[in-house]
Nanobody, 126 residues
Framework: QVQLADSGGGLVQAGGSLRLSCAAS????????MGWFRQAPGKEREVVAGISTGGSITYYADSVRGRFTISRDNAKNTVSLQMNSLKPEDTAVYYCAARPTYKSGSYSSRGLYDYWGQGTQVTVSS
């Protein structure tokens, strides 16, 4: 089992940057694919980025590609999301999530993720 704790959200002006972090408990962190999702008010939760167990494969939603970077440190049980050139439409609650490797499929499939963080609010002002 994995417990996830998101942090790093806040209020930032458009064009600014934030770095989100997700700390995982448990000794099996390196056996999970990880993802970052976000949910804006009145909208469905959507994938932002994903990363494979070893970090060699990454996935990005079209809306954030080139601006956001996902990374992980298996020695520290953490996954991060560096967000640059933020836009007001990036405003949402951001969640990290863990997907066991036996569940194959797209990083964008919410149902494949078994564990979720509590979420951290990101607000981008115009």
């Amino acid at each position: 089992q994995v417990q996830l704790a998101d942090s790093g959200g806040g209020l930032v002006q458009a064009g600014g940057s934030l770095r989100l972090s997700c700390a995982a408990s448990g000794r099996t962190f390196s056996s999970y694919h990880m993802g970052w999702f976000r949910q804006a008010p009145g909208k469905e939760r959507e994938v932002v980025a994903g990363i494979s167990t070893g970090g060699s494969i990454t996935y990005y939603a079209d809306s954030v590609r080139g601006r956001f970077t996902i990374s992980r440190d298996n020695a520290k049980n953490t996954v991060s999301l560096q967000m640059n050139s933020l836009k007001p439409e990036d405003t949402a609650v951001y969640y990290c999530a863990a997907r066991p490797t036996y569940k194959s499929g797209s990083y964008s499939s919410r149902g494949l993720y078994d564990y979720w963080g509590q979420g951290t609010q990101v607000t981008v002002s115009s």
